[in-house]
């Protein structure tokens, strides 16, 4: 029987084969050590940074401001110091807003359209809103939920201190083309919303107490169509408004109003207000409301009741 005999100063090539599992360890080493090179040798920083920049500056209708940027760049995030809104938004330019946070980081990417999705989150007193942009090549889809706005912070961008009480949920879908307004839908809804009293034209009107509140808005271009009701027939106050409002995008107080609309005030209401059941009684009713048709501005209704 022939037998091949092995030298026993001779050993197989095997033995110095490196194992499979080795090599791929080897080679993802390999690629974390350049990828770690790279983020700290490459100005991703000051690239992040420039574009943040680029695109608060294009929005010079309500300028945001900080005092400087904390980014992250292992859980991508951007962290603005002493964030404000500048006051152009509500109509009182040498005023700003100072906020608690906003934040902006990247969640996952999009595959189509190809993009990035974000979360913008931003903070004042009980006010939180989350916002979700979705950005592709020149198309920006953006989508709030899980959001609340105090009547104090609405009556601040409006430029009315105190004008609103309560809170708001809020939820929507904007479309933004080219950085310009598209289309959109927003819901926003409310329990516990009040109107305090204020002045127009002159005329006091007393504090309303209306709790529910329904909003409906869809937005082609520049133009929102609404629909809103609010309070109901055991409130002080019940009212159905529906019509347009046409976007100023430079100064939003200044957004034009053209709504119909018609309301009830409970007789417990016209009793402890006199002076409004005296303003009514020449005008008609029609099914046991009054018609008022609503114009001017947001900052400047001009209201006609026929």
């Known amino acids: 029987m022939n037998s091949k005999k092995i030298q026993d100063n001779i050993i197989e090539d095997s ?5 499979t599992f080795y090599k791929l360890k080897y080679i993802v080493i390999g690629i974390s050590m350049l990828v770690i090179g790279f983020v700290f040798n490459f100005p991703v920083k000051s690239i992040i940074k420039t574009q943040v920049e680029n695109a608060l500056l294009q929005n010079r209708s309500c300028p945001i401001e900080y005092s400087e940027l904390d980014i992250s760049l292992f859980l991508p995030n951007v962290n603005f110091i002493t964030p404000k809104i500048n006051g152009k938004c509500f109509n009182k330019p040498n005023e700003s807003l100072l906020l608690d946070n906003l934040q902006v980081r990247t969640t996952i990417p999009v595959l189509f359209p190809p993009g990035i999705k974000l979360h913008a989150e931003i903070n004042k007193g009980d006010t939180k809103l989350n916002l979700y942009p979705r950005v592709s090549l020149g198309r920006t889809d953006l989508n709030i939920s899980n959001s609340n706005i105090t009547g104090k912070f609405i009556s601040t961008l409006i430029g009315q201190e105190n004008l609103i009480a309560g809170n708001l949920d809020i939820k929507g879908v904007i479309n933004l083309e080219n950085h310009q307004l598209s289309k959109g839908a927003l819901r926003i809804s409310s329990k516990d919303f009040n109107i305090n009293s204020q002045t127009i034209n002159n005329f006091t009107i007393p504090a309303l107490n209306i709790g529910n509140i329904n909003f409906s808005g869809d937005l082609v271009k520049k133009k929102l169509d609404i629909k809103l ?6 409130a002080p106050v019940f009212a159905v408004f529906k019509g347009s409002i046409f976007l100023n995008m430079r100064n939003m107080s ?8 018609e309301f009830s005030l409970s007789d ?3 009793k402890k207000n006199s002076f409004i059941a ?3 009684s020449s005008k008609k009713k029609v099914d046991g409301k009054y018609i008022i ?6 900052s400047r209704p001009s209201i006609s009741i026929l």
């Open 229 to 234: 009701r609010a309070g109901n027939e055991a």
């Open 254 to 261: 200044a957004s034009g109003l053209k709504l119909t609309g």
């Open 293 to 298: 048709n609503v114009n001017g501005s947001l």
């Open 15 to 19: 033995v110095y084969e490196v194992p």
């Open 278 to 280: 005296l303003l009514l």
């Open 268 to 270: 417990d209401f016209l």
